[in-house]
């Protein structure tokens, strides 16, 4: 696998934006760190999801979680997992706007990731990792199915720029609580936030400091969430349980790597482009 670029390249941050043109690497490095990332300026190719995606080889061995009826990734080295076969995949695409045709083939590993049954050398997924009830685990479960120096691809919602605006961000105490719980559906916390403290999700909008009203229908949100919690019985509801911005999820993973709990250590992570409600991760396993 190749090293990835760098979160900062002062040629491709002088190269975003025409009013840069003339500083110098330092001089880049400095107006990044002051005002570029606030901004959203693209100071590496791998913040846009379209070049972190052509970053990953064609010809190494590929997982893809939960494509659904859009995976990121074709070709006859990739395989897919996700919690539906693909025949259930094209009903559930036909009854929620999606494209049925879209739905790959096959879907080779039906369930979680402990039905794995091979190695690869990348993982990827795509706004899911804040949808596992236990993220230790989940990142657990990747780094037994890479070989040694694989990757786990990462596209994740940046709350600031999404529907969860509003919503406090995860700590690493609120991880391990999970994972000392070993969760495996969602909290009734994680369900009322989803379902009652969201706001809109115009990634536009809210990069211009527009975040919508938190309070709007607060009372009867809260009570739809209480009774969808209740019917489910126990089982699992799909929501949001982590809520993320790049230093954050940095701080997670290299204190769970820290802890030996975690074998992966990131190695990319490129902040959010202006617009865009998302920032791109690499974790990688070891030699």
Not at 142 to 152: D, K, N, Q, T, W
Not at 272 to 287: D, K, Q, T, V, Y
């Amino acid at each position: 696998m190749r090293t990835p670029p760098p979160t900062f390249d002062p040629a491709v941050y002088r190269a975003s934006d025409p009013a840069l043109a003339d500083l110098d690497d330092a001089a880049a490095l400095d107006h990044y760190r002051e005002h570029g990332r606030e901004k959203g300026i693209v100071a590496s190719p791998l913040a846009l999801r379209e070049n972190l995606l052509a970053f990953i080889d064609d010809d190494c061995s590929i997982l893809e979680i939960g494509p659904f009826h859009s995976p990121l990734k074709r070709g006859p080295n990739v395989e897919y997992l996700d919690v539906l076969d693909a025949e259930q995949l094209r009903k559930r695409a036909s009854t929620t706007r999606g494209n049925p045709a879209g739905v790959p083939d096959i879907i080779h590993h039906v369930g979680g990731l402990e039905r794995v049954d091979r190695r690869y050398d990348a993982v990827l997924s795509s706004h899911a990792i804040e949808h596992q009830p236990d993220l230790v685990r989940h990142l657990q479960q990747v780094e037994h199915i890479l070989h040694p120096g694989g990757s786990y691809f990462l596209i994740i919602p940046d709350k600031r720029y999404c529907f969860d605006h509003f919503i406090a961000d995860s700590t690493i105490a609120d991880v391990l609580a999970a994972y000392r719980e070993e969760r495996s559906a969602h909290t009734l916390k994680s369900v009322i936030e989803h379902r009652a403290l969201t706001t809109h999700n115009e990634s536009l909008r809210h990069w211009q400091g527009d975040h919508g009203d938190p309070e709007r229908r607060r009372a009867a949100r809260v009570q739809a969430a209480l009774d969808e919690y209740d019917r489910a019985a126990g089982g699992y509801v799909d929501v949001h349980a982590w809520y993320f911005t790049p230093p954050g999820f940095r701080s997670i993973v290299n204190t769970l790597s820290e802890l030996g709990l975690i074998g992966l250590e990131i190695a990319g992570l490129y902040h959010p482009a202006f617009g865009r409600n998302e920032f791109c991760a690499i974790l990688r396993r070891p030699e």
